[in-house]
């Protein structure tokens, strides 16, 4: 079941142009989205909060989940890419596991297409750093895991089908 949040995102991914989805973005969810960024048609943004430089996101991605946002200056996000965390971590019984529900991209980085990065936990991309090819996939929870955030450094490239 798609919450209330995410269906109203889902409406704003398909308008037609990506000033308006920008501005729609900014208005309905609070964002903080610079004038100069450019979000792609059937993006979907449904998250707590999002600072957005001036960069390019691509088409059909999916950012969803009770997290933080921030995408820095320069960023190039290309297509089909997912960055998610569930719903499923504010509940009570999650509560002592201290999930820090964070998405940081830093400035000029390049993140390609159909990679999947799970924010429940935290996860940072350094300045200027690569996630390139297809089907990497970053995930910050699991049984048994206790240090959950990832953070990759400035000036890093990550190729292929990277786990």
């Known amino acids: 079941m798609v919450n209330p949040k995410t269906a109203l995102a889902i409406a704003v991914s398909i308008v037609p142009l990506a000033i308006a ?3 729609l973005y900014s208005s309905l969810f609070g964002y903080r989205i610079a004038p100069g960024a450019k979000i792609g048609f059937l993006t ?3 998250v707590e909060g999002a600072d957005i430089e001036a960069g390019i996101i691509g088409r059909a ?3 969803i989940g009770p997290y933080h ?3 820095g200056r320069g960023t190039s996000i290309g297509r089909a890419n997912e960055f998610l965390c569930g ?11 201290k999930y820090e529900r964070f998405c940081h991209i830093g400035d000029d980085c390049v993140i390609t297409s159909a990679h999947k990065l799970d924010a429940t936990g935290g996860i940072s991309l350094g300045a200027r750093s690569w996630i390139a090819g297809e089907g990497s996939q970053f995930w910050t929870h699991g049984i048994g895991v206790k240090r959950r ?3 990759i450094g400035a000036d890093c490239y990550i190729g292929s089908a990277a786990r």
Do not use: G
């Not at 719903?87 to 596991?97: G, I, L, Q, S």
């Open 87 to 97: 719903r499923w971590v504010k509940e009570e019984r999650f509560r002592d596991e």
């Open 149 to 151: 955030t990832i953070s």
């Open 44 to 46: 979907i943004i449904a």
């Open 61 to 63: 991605n999916k950012f």
């Open 69 to 71: 946002l921030s995408i």
């Open 21 to 23: 989805r920008r501005l």
